[in-house]
């Protein structure tokens, strides 16, 4: 059995997704869905249970004698958290990503289950420290907002607690891809500007406010969720390789090669505008991220990343035009 917490998710669906497509059933999805529309991730897939995420713990409290007991449990992938950014309220972060996650972990480390967990790439902050995943570096990384500081928590509680080099902690970068569609503001660019595309004809980019970038030239390494999720799923058959890994490509793209990679999938010219950044968040944005895979690729992954504009043909292809999720069948 395979437990996905967070699993009605953009990255948890797509990893129970992947797992059906590889011949496995027996998962139990893990998740809140309170009123957003993230069931509808779910209904195409195929899994043993579901359970909300205050009743986890309490299950798992119970030992074998409950439907997911350690004895039946081969791995939990955690990926549950509050992912918002914006996210002010700093108890619940703690709460919600660090506390629930220290109880994960020690339950899977006592029982000797794989835990692989989401990290964050928020974690590396304003980037002045690179984006090594070198754990020896952990403690000089200062992330910009509550949510990246809850991950970092967590990285650093494993590590003081002598845990991380027995379990698997994933920073991922700018993913994007199909089963988004309930996470409101923080959904991917990709898909906010594709719904500005077809209600407009155009989208909008921030303006630079540095003069070493040009407009629309702020950097990213976008990772398309199919790609992150085999990544992730390598380390579930690779339990030698433990510790923290960044997942991305390892390239850098930038607003506008996205920007032109999405009118291309539409087969629509260029209509791209520049507004000004909001002032309160100049301080703390970024303008360049890229996955260190150094230490993915000696771990032993050697699978290669969709392209841009592949990956985004495939999104709007394959599922934003037709309004399908991942495991429909059309």
């Not at 917490?5 to 129970?16: E, M, W």
């Not at 299950?59 to 992912?83: D, E, F, M, T």
């Not at 303006?207 to 030239?217: K, L, V």
């Not at 990343?305 to 309004?323: F, I, Q, R």
Request: glycine share 10%; aromatic share 10%.
């Amino acid at each position: 059995m395979i437990i996905v917490t967070g699993g009605a998710g953009l990255i948890g669906s797509t990893v129970v997704w992947r797992l059906n497509q590889l011949g496995h059933e027996d998962i139990v999805i893990v998740d809140h869905l309170g009123t957003s529309d993230k069931w509808a991730n779910l209904a195409p897939l195929r899994f043993k249970d579901y359970l909300e995420k205050e009743d986890l713990l309490p299950i798992l409290a119970k030992g074998n004698s409950s439907p997911v007991g350690a004895q039946r449990v081969r791995a939990i992938i955690h990926l549950g958290a509050c992912s918002s950014t914006t996210e002010r309220d700093a108890s619940y972060l703690i709460r919600n990503n660090f506390e629930y996650s220290k109880q994960l972990a020690r339950f899977a480390l006592e029982n000797d289950i794989r835990f692989i967990y989401a990290s964050s790439a928020a974690t590396y902050g304003d980037g002045a420290l690179g984006f090594g995943d070198d754990e020896s570096q952990l403690t000089r990384l200062r992330p910009l907002n509550g949510y990246g500081y809850s991950k970092q928590l967590f990285d650093l509680w494993l590590q003081q607690h002598g845990m991380l080099d027995k379990v698997v902690g994933l920073k991922y970068f700018n993913v994007y891809g199909p089963n988004e569609q309930h996470k409101g503001e923080m959904r991917s660019v990709v898909l906010k500007a594709f719904e500005q595309v077809q209600a407009t004809g155009g989208m909008t980019l921030f303006r630079s406010h540095r003069p070493e970038y040009g407009d629309g030239e702020q950097l990213r390494d976008f990772v398309y969720v199919k790609d992150a999720v085999e990544m992730t799923l390598f380390f579930l058959e690779h339990p030698e390789a433990n510790g923290i890994f960044n997942i991305g490509t390892g390239q850098t793209r930038s607003w506008n090669d996205l920007a032109r990679a999405l009118f291309a999938a539409l087969d629509r010219p260029a209509a791209i505008s520049y507004i000004d950044m909001p002032e309160h968040i100049r301080p703390r944005y970024q303008y360049y991220t890229c996955a260190d895979n150094a230490k993915l690729r000696a771990a032993g992954y050697a699978g290669e990343c969709t392209s841009l504009e592949e990956a985004v043909a495939d999104y709007l292809k394959g599922y934003l035009l037709p309004g399908l999720h991942l495991g429909d069948v059309v």
